[in-house]
């Protein structure tokens, strides 16, 4: 093979690329930026991608597509972090960690800029008009919530009246609570501004600190008699406790902090957060990310800080992630600039309660990425979309609602296992996943082209097999043959151009070609190849489409190793009892049926227990504890 090498354009730009702090961007053919990134040293950071050593499969991707290379020099990585930061959000390039949707998430704004303050949610985030601004949220609804709650407790003004204290007449809140009513003069604008201020230290989460506030000043005003003033209070602590005892103590009283773990699977990663104030668990969020298949932790963790924050209101003193980033310093230094100066902390803990807090919060990560993918795999409309997108791409005649997928496992040319996997409209359907031992290929060496052939030989024999033979009809038995009898709508064949001529020759052979569309996948570049096609379809990075092929072909893959490795077990198991005089196939079957396939189990047997198993003679035990060294 011969070395990779740059185009002679990419060539000269990496000659001439200044060895300064600055953000670089990769340009496709078509003017898009797909990748932005940012480096203390610009000339030793880009040609890294270019070294013919560098076969990350990102990296092999991104210079695939990569026709011009754009440089910003910064001065500082300070500035360097911030304008990637920037760039990412407003181009949002293909190969960039992202959040997983574009949608702001709701905040809690209090416009403290006007003289009777009003209390709401608020997707725009404006830091220079004088009000204050709380979250953000990833619940609309549990934003909603909170403030029906918070109402309750500190009622304020949800009209757009002129406040001069002269109305003849309050609004409907007033008679049921939820509103003071200075617009009447019920309510000085010192008295109002006390309720807001309390609201507000609760959002910060120091419902307690409030609470025992409220508490001193009920009994106050149960001691001069003012008893309605007493039952105000006694109601409004009564909310207060309501908001604190969903603010679990997880810290230490003086503890603010933000906790940061995250889950990853394939190319989709869940980000989970606890935001503690004062000791108190306040908020629990998470966010999905995409284009996080083959980064490392520590880049995916750099990445969320600086999208999280780049809006964020609310920085808190600590910042607590799972693994050490290796721009800490600079990061720690943007936030503190963002806290007005105030310092800011990025903590890796290794032991102790922090440490539980990263663990519960990972745990926490994993269940959701569990769910989310659930849902996505289920979601009818994404699926829909993402159908018609493969129809039209690749030149179908209907939706692919069947699709059938192959892939080989092999390691070292042992216990080479094909698999196959079924999706129907989008959904994966298990019951009819499949694999095949492959049994053409010789276990000194591997051949996938070989084992791609025999696994869909068999597939499309089976076909020929079930469409020859009757329906069953008869009530409650089932028809075996069904998952043999349907064609797919597209078979995807994990692999480039030489996988995919091979499905091309036995789909011919088998009087299918034509009937059965096909394609490849090749990982390195997610291409995909059509027969008499030379140049492959290149799906958008973030279509519906892609995501689904992807999806496709990555849970191909997963079966495929799982069936690999049960059966090297099982091989393990069998060549093993093999080497024992007198055990024959028959024998060797009995054993593994009685002792659960568990070698260990059958080494630890006695003789009398080996001789229970029908075929084995006390002979064979003796031998069978001599060979596996169970004397």
């Given at each position: 093979?011969?070395?990779?090498s740059p ?7 990496l ?9 670089y961007?990769?340009?496709d ?24 050593s ?26 360097a ?11 949002k390039?293909?190969?960039n ?8 998430y ?24 004088g ?13 909603r ?7 309750r407790?500190?009622?304020y ?25 200075p ?27 409030v ?41 230490d009283?003086n ?18 957060m ?5 000791g ?18 520590g ?28 721009e ?35 745990q ?25 997108e ?23 040319g042992?216990?080479i296992?094909?698999?196959?996997v079924?999706?129907?409209q ?5 019951s ?26 068999r ?26 009898r ?10 480039g ?11 011919q052979?088998?009087?299918l070609?034509?009937r ?8 390195q ?18 279509s ?23 059966r ?28 659960d ?18 075929g ?16």
């Amino acid at each position: 093979m011969a070395e990779y090498s740059p185009l002679p354009h990419i060539q000269e730009i990496l000659d001439n690329l200044p060895t300064e702090p600055g953000v670089y961007q990769f340009i496709d053919p078509n003017g898009r930026i797909i990748y932005v990134g940012k480096a203390k040293n610009l000339r030793n950071r880009v040609r890294s991608y270019f070294q013919p050593s560098n076969m990350d499969s990102k990296v092999l991707r991104i210079r695939h597509d990569a026709a011009d290379i754009q440089f910003i020099l910064t001065g500082d990585e300070l500035k360097a972090l911030i304008t990637e930061a920037e760039l990412i959000r407003v181009h949002k390039p293909r190969y960039n960690i992202m959040l997983k949707d574009d949608k702001r998430y709701p905040y809690i704004r209090v416009t403290t800029a006007d003289a009777f303050p009003t209390v709401e949610m608020t997707r725009r985030l404006d830091r220079t008009d004088g009000n204050r601004y709380f979250g953000p949220f990833t619940s609309a609804g549990g934003v909603r919530e909170t403030l029906d709650v918070l109402r309750r407790a500190f009622p304020y003004l949800t009209c757009d009246r002129e406040i001069t204290g002269n109305d003849t007449r309050a609004c409907l809140y007033y008679d049921i609570k939820l509103c003071g009513a200075p617009c009447i003069g019920a309510q000085t604008k010192e008295e109002y501004w006390e309720n807001i201020n309390g609201l507000m230290r609760v959002l910060s989460g120091h419902a307690e600190s409030v609470l025992s506030e409220l508490r001193a000043e009920m009994e106050a005003a149960s001691e001069a008699l003012d008893f309605e003033r007493a039952a105000v209070l006694r109601d409004r602590m009564h909310v207060v406790a309501q908001i604190s005892a969903r603010q679990r103590l997880v810290a230490d009283i003086n503890a603010e902090q933000d906790v940061i773990a995250f889950a990853q699977e394939g190319s989709d990663a869940v980000v989970q957060m606890f935001l503690i104030r004062n000791g108190r668990l306040v908020g629990s969020e998470y966010f999905a990310l995409e284009g996080t298949e083959g980064e490392a932790t520590g880049e995916i963790v750099s990445n969320f800080l600086m999208q999280f924050y780049q809006d964020a209101t609310d920085i808190p003193r600590e910042v607590v992630i799972p693994e050490h980033i290796d721009e800490a310093l600079i990061i720690e230094q943007w936030l503190r600039d963002k806290r007005g100066g105030r310092k800011v902390k990025l903590t890796v803990p290794q032991r102790g309660n922090k440490r539980e807090l990263v663990h519960l919060a990972t745990q926490t990560a994993i269940e959701k990425l569990g769910i989310l993918r659930s849902q996505w795999a289920s979601d009818t409309v994404k699926q829909e979309t993402a159908l018609r997108e493969l129809q039209t791409a690749l030149n179908l005649p209907n939706p692919p609602n069947r699709i059938e997928c192959f892939d080989i496992s092999t390691t070292q040319g042992t216990a080479i296992v094909a698999s196959r996997v079924v999706f129907v409209q989008g959904v994966p359907r298990k019951s009819e996943y499949r694999r095949f031992n492959i049994q053409t290929v010789g276990h000194d060496g591997s051949d996938d082209y070989q084992s791609m052939r025999e696994a869909l030989t068999r597939r499309f024999r089976r076909y020929h097999d079930a469409v020859e033979q009757p329906l069953v009809n008869a009530p409650g038995k089932k028809d075996h043959n069904e998952t043999w009898r349907l064609l797919p709508d597209l078979l995807i064949i994990d692999g480039g151009k030489g996988q995919l001529n091979v499905a091309v020759e036995v789909l011919q052979e088998m009087g299918l070609f034509g009937r059965v569309p096909v394609c490849g996948l090749a990982k390195q570049f997610e291409e995909i190849y059509l027969p008499g096609r030379e140049k492959p379809v290149v799906l958008p990075r973030r279509s519906e489409g892609l995501f689904l092929m992807q999806r496709v072909r990555d849970e191909a893959h997963r079966f495929a190793i799982t069936s690999h490795r049960a059966r090297r077990r099982k091989m393990g198991l069998a060549s093993q009892l093999e080497a024992v005089p007198g055990i024959g196939p028959a024998r060797r079957k009995a054993l593994l049926k009685a002792f659960d396939k568990d070698i260990e189990a059958i080494r630890a047997a006695s003789v009398e227990e080996l001789t229970a198993v029908p075929g084995i003679t006390r002979d064979i035990a003796e031998n069978i504890k001599a060979v596996l060294g169970g004397y």
